[in-house]
């Protein structure tokens, strides 16, 4: 687990509330082959002892972004996933810190880390940070992903924006 103080370069910040793998499904936990921020997806790959694996790419995933948050974080619905997983350790910031030490979004996870990530299924809705998406977050968006991130494709018939307000 990391955290960037000195430049305080802001990283995404993801939400877990309305996932399967938090009830039912699978949380399992995959070394960081870089350093990569909480909202990524990434794949499963080869098992390397007991209680990790490592780092792959992630496989077909389509989604919607289908409302954004009170936070202004969005919400993204999964509508298929087949080897992906929604990166989402716990942020690991020590109380004694600033407050502006204390923001969720210094956290990042390490080259090396083992991250907690959760198996993502049709019907998943997680939340996410607008930097954690390629390309600008807009309600009705279909989104993808690409190099580990959240990429913004196309807006639905619906063409509601939302972008700039909360």
């Known amino acids: 687990m990391a955290t960037n103080f000195f430049n ?6 993801a939400g877990s509330s309305k996932l399967k793998a938090t009830t039912a499904g699978h949380i399992i936990n995959i070394q960081a082959a870089s350093d990569i921020d909480n909202g990524c997806i990434v794949g ?3 098992y390397i002892a007991p209680e990790y694996y ?3 790419a992630a496989g077909t995933f389509v989604g919607k972004i289908i ?3 009170a936070n202004g974080n969005w919400y993204v619905e999964v509508e298929s996933a087949e080897n992906c997983y929604l990166v989402l350790s716990v942020p690991l910031i020590y109380e004694n810190y600033t407050t502006r030490m204390g923001y969720e979004s210094n956290f990042y996870n390490a080259k090396g ?3 907690r990530c959760y198996e993502l299924v049709k019907d998943d ?3 996410l940070s607008a930097e954690g998406f390629t390309g600008t977050p807009v309600k009705g968006a279909s989104v993808s992903v690409s190099a580990k991130k959240v990429t913004v494709g196309a807006t639905g018939a619906t063409g509601a924006t939302g972008a700039t307000g909360a």
């Open 8 to 13: 305080f370069t802001k990283h995404a910040v």
């Open 54 to 56: 490592a780092e792959a």
């Open 44 to 46: 499963k790959g080869a």
């Open 67 to 69: 409302d954004r948050a």
């Open 113 to 115: 880390d083992l991250m």
């Open 125 to 127: 809705i997680f939340e």
